[in-house]
T-cell receptor
Framework: NAGVTQTPKFRILKIGQSMTLQCTQDMNHNYMYWYRQDPGMGLKLIYYSVGAGITDKGEVPNGYNVSRSTTEDFPLRLELAAPSQTSVYFC????????????FGDGTRLSIL | AQSVTQLGSHVSVSEGALVLLRCNYSSSVPPYLFWYVQYPNQGLQLLLKYTSAATLVKGINGFEAEFKKSETSFHLTKPSAHMSDAAEYFCAVSVGDAGGTSYGKLTFGQGTILTVHP
């Protein structure tokens, strides 16, 4: 049972480059989320999705885009990488019932130089 | 709007001592509350959750937390620390789907790093 899988695990980008962080889950969860984690700041919500074709902004969406073409996949795209986007990115998913916990992937560690 | 405050970014205890990690929340509707643990270079793992069924919640690895509405707190405790408990701990709040259109979005505290000394 793989759960939530994120790729790549590590990546170094140059300023201005673009990349897509991949996230896939095999639990048939409707809800999916992207967070970024910065030291001493906890996790901040970037985007979320409540089902295929439906996405919405979270607390810190600037500089990112998402899509949700299938229930399983929820990729996060950085179009023009900036040093402020250096962070650890986590994808999560959960069932739509009110008290269900989110299940997290192992994260993508991204450095932008 | 909901918010979470974790008191103390670093907590250090001796092996076998009581662990107490503090969490206070703010929510305009009855909240769902969660504690997650993060080991180095890993994702977040659920320790326990409060969903209004009982105010004292037991989780994995001997941890428990008590919901106190009057104090808006959800502190995490463990009677006897083990070296393997060293990690970062996050408290999170969600109003849940029943409370409106939050779609289970979590608001996290800033995290508390627990160090356990031999």
């Amino acid at each position: 049972n793989a759960g939530v899988t994120q790729t790549p695990k590590f990546r170094i980008l140059k300023i201005g480059q673009s990349m897509t962080l991949q996230c896939t889950q095999d639990m048939n969860h409707n809800y999916m989320y992207w967070y970024r984690q910065d030291p001493g700041m906890g996790l901040k919500l970037i985007y979320y999705s409540v089902g295929a074709g439906i996405t919405d902004k979270g607390e810190v969406p600037n500089g990112y885009n998402v899509s949700r073409s299938t229930t399983e996949d929820f990729p996060l795209r950085l179009e023009l990488a900036a040093p402020s986007q250096t962070s650890v990115y986590f994808c999560a998913s959960r069932k739509p019932d009110g008290n269900q916990p989110q299940h997290f992937g192992d994260g993508t560690r991204l450095s932008i130089l | 709007a909901q918010s979470v405050t974790q008191l103390g970014s670093h907590v250090s205890v001796s092996e076998g001592a009581l662990v107490l990690l503090r969490c206070n929340y703010s929510s305009s509707v009855p909240p769902y509350l969660f504690w997650y643990v993060q080991y180095p270079n890993q994702g977040l793992q659920l320790l326990l959750k409060y969903t209004s069924a009982a105010t004292l919640v037991k989780g994995i690895n001997g941890f428990e937390a008590e919901f106190k509405k009057s104090e808006t707190s959800f502190h995490l405790t463990k009677p006897s620390a083990h070296m393997s408990d060293a990690a970062e701990y996050f408290c999170a709040v969600s109003v849940g789907d029943a409370g409106g259109t939050s779609y289970g979005k979590l608001t996290f505290g800033q995290g508390t790093i627990l160090t356990v000394h031999p």
